[in-house]
């Protein structure tokens, strides 16, 4: 406690004083100086939550910005199999990576669909760059509508996601362009906020996160370089150690239905009034999110426990390929999705209650996933999952994810795990 004293209080409710290899000052951030977010070093912790700009659309560009020669802004159609296959590829090729180079997201199309095809979605918002003579995709942005509360405020903002550009266009100040026009787009909307999350530090996040793995199938994990053997070890200790029962053991548990979504909606915003930041679901967000789509390949696992005819729990889990690029394999990884249940809801929340309630839901969640045929579950230091990560034998991993608010200032959120269930 009393090396916490001398540090910046801000930095460490984000985890910045703990992850803050790649930040820069921010005389640094060329780009990032100029836009409306909070900046390192001041302290938002004496000022009201809000925006930090105020606009009119009449003030807003009616035209993109121009790019460089050669190059022209399109609108990608996701409807259409060939642009979406176009989108895949680019990001196959080039989105997110390890720090190691070893591993790239491979967002199949019908997770791609589901990220960016959510309720409210529209095309203009699928924004791509092609090269004028290839006609090839070389970089691209999108955002979904969310209905975002942080503490006792709730609005409108832009999720962004899948910014990337081909890699052999990089340092070329081209995502600044990307990011002005996904904004200025939102803003014609009247749409004034935005979220997202990255792996890097940039100005300024409002929490910060860090990934924690369990292994499910530890030996594809260790082949593929993603899991060492620990010291004195054996590969035999190692598959032990994460083995699991074939069968779940919640009496109730079951496959969520079309005729549970009123009740997984109730059950959610209760659940998720815990936190300072959470998204809102009504019933066509939950639909969406959670209801996995006939005749196509699955990409979310949602379930419930039903007792005496009432909903009492809920938890998701969805899966997203990673290459492993060494030899064009993948492993498949499952990420905990949102969770709810009766157990942390109220005015007095029974801790040990809620812990054993956690732990025996998120045991099922890995029997299922393993089921599945995942190879990894992942979850965040976020929510209640304190509670679960240890003894349910997940890792800290090196990512973190940084949650960012565009145009919101709000004074940081605690490690980005329930102040009340410090890691
Ligand atoms: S996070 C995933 C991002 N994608 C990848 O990491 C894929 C692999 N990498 C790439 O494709 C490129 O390296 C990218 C940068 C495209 C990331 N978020 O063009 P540049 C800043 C925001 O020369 P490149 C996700 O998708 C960097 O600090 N800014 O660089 C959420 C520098 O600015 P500054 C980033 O390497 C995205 C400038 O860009 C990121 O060729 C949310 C350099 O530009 C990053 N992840 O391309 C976007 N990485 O000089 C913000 C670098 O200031 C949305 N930079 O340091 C904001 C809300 C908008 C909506 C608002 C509504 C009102």
Same mark, same amino acid.
């Given at each position: 406690a009393s090396l916490l004293k001398d540090m910046n209080l801000a930095d460490i409710m984000t985890g910045l004083a703990a992850s803050g290899k790649n930040a820069k000052d921010m005389g640094a951030y060329k780009f990032w100086q100029t836009q409306p977010v909070p900046k390192f070093g001041e302290d938002g912790s004496k000022v009201d939550d809000g925006p930090l700009k105020i606009q009119k659309i009449d003030d807003i560009d009616r035209e993109p910005q121009p790019l460089v020669a050669g190059f022209e802004w399109v609108t990608v159609d996701l409807m259409d199999d060939e642009e979406m296959k176009e989108v895949y590829e680019l990001l196959n090729g080039h989105y997110v990576e390890d720090d190691e180079a070893m591993f790239r997201f491979n967002y199949i199309p019908e997770v791609l669909r589901w990220a960016m095809m959510?309720? /409210?979605?529209?095309?203009?918002?699928?924004i791509g760059v092609r090269a004028s003579q290839s006609r090839k995709l070389v970089a691209f942005i999108s955002a979904i509508p969310v209905r975002i509360r942080v503490r006792d405020k709730t609005f409108t903002s832009s999720e962004v996601n899948f910014l990337c550009v081909h890699k052999k266009l990089r340092g070329k100040r081209l995502a600044p362009v990307l990011i002005k026009e996904v904004t200025r787009v939102s803003n014609l909307d009247g749409v004034w906020q935005g979220l997202y999350t990255a792996g890097v530090v940039l100005p300024r996040p409002v929490s910060t996160c860090r990934y924690y793995h369990r292994a499910l199938n530890w030996k594809r994990l260790h082949a593929c370089g993603f899991s060492p053997l620990p010291a004195g070890s054996k590969p035999e200790y190692q598959v032990r150690r994460y083995a699991l029962p074939d069968n779940t053991a919640t009496r109730g548990l079951r496959e969520m239905q079309d005729g549970d979504v009123d009740a997984v909606v109730g059950l959610l915003k209760r659940y998720l009034a815990r936190y300072d930041m959470a998204p809102e679901f009504a019933a066509p967000e939950a639909r969406h999110w959670f209801l996995p789509k006939k005749d196509s390949k699955q990409v979310i696992w949602p379930y419930v426990v039903e007792e005496n005819g009432k909903v009492t729990d809920f938890f998701s889990f969805f899966c997203v390929e990673s290459s =492993? =690029?060494? +030899? +064009?394999d993948v492993l498949r990884v499952a990420y905990l999705f949102y969770y709810a249940t009766?157990? /942390? =809801? /109220?005015?007095?929340?029974d801790k040990p209650a809620l812990k054993q309630r956690l732990n025996a839901l998120v045991k099922d969640a890995l029997i299922l996933a393993k089921r599945a045929k995942m190879d990894v579950f992942n979850a965040l230091s976020?929510?209640?999952?304190a509670l679960f990560l240890e003894q349910q034998k997940f890792g800290g991993g090196d990512g973190h994810l940084h949650y960012y608010l565009f145009n919101y200032r709000a004074s940081p959120i605690p490690g980005g795990v329930n102040a009340k269930n410090e890691l």
């Amino acid at each position: 406690a009393s090396l916490l004293k001398d540090m910046n209080l801000a930095d460490i409710m984000t985890g910045l004083a703990a992850s803050g290899k790649n930040a820069k000052d921010m005389g640094a951030y060329k780009f990032w100086q100029t836009q409306p977010v909070p900046k390192f070093g001041e302290d938002g912790s004496k000022v009201d939550d809000g925006p930090l700009k105020i606009q009119k659309i009449d003030d807003i560009d009616r035209e993109p910005q121009p790019l460089v020669a050669g190059f022209e802004w399109v609108t990608v159609d996701l409807m259409d199999d060939e642009e979406m296959k176009e989108v895949y590829e680019l990001l196959n090729g080039h989105y997110v990576e390890d720090d190691e180079a070893m591993f790239r997201f491979n967002y199949i199309p019908e997770v791609l669909r589901w990220a960016m095809m959510a309720p /409210g979605w529209q095309r203009k918002y699928h924004i791509g760059v092609r090269a004028s003579q290839s006609r090839k995709l070389v970089a691209f942005i999108s955002a979904i509508p969310v209905r975002i509360r942080v503490r006792d405020k709730t609005f409108t903002s832009s999720e962004v996601n899948f910014l990337c550009v081909h890699k052999k266009l990089r340092g070329k100040r081209l995502a600044p362009v990307l990011i002005k026009e996904v904004t200025r787009v939102s803003n014609l909307d009247g749409v004034w906020q935005g979220l997202y999350t990255a792996g890097v530090v940039l100005p300024r996040p409002v929490s910060t996160c860090r990934y924690y793995h369990r292994a499910l199938n530890w030996k594809r994990l260790h082949a593929c370089g993603f899991s060492p053997l620990p010291a004195g070890s054996k590969p035999e200790y190692q598959v032990r150690r994460y083995a699991l029962p074939d069968n779940t053991a919640t009496r109730g548990l079951r496959e969520m239905q079309d005729g549970d979504v009123d009740a997984v909606v109730g059950l959610l915003k209760r659940y998720l009034a815990r936190y300072d930041m959470a998204p809102e679901f009504a019933a066509p967000e939950a639909r969406h999110w959670f209801l996995p789509k006939k005749d196509s390949k699955q990409v979310i696992w949602p379930y419930v426990v039903e007792e005496n005819g009432k909903v009492t729990d809920f938890f998701s889990f969805f899966c997203v390929e990673s290459s =492993i =690029i060494k +030899n +064009n394999d993948v492993l498949r990884v499952a990420y905990l999705f949102y969770y709810a249940t009766e157990a /942390g =809801i /109220g005015e007095a929340v029974d801790k040990p209650a809620l812990k054993q309630r956690l732990n025996a839901l998120v045991k099922d969640a890995l029997i299922l996933a393993k089921r599945a045929k995942m190879d990894v579950f992942n979850a965040l230091s976020l929510m209640d999952n304190a509670l679960f990560l240890e003894q349910q034998k997940f890792g800290g991993g090196d990512g973190h994810l940084h949650y960012y608010l565009f145009n919101y200032r709000a004074s940081p959120i605690p490690g980005g795990v329930n102040a009340k269930n410090e890691l």
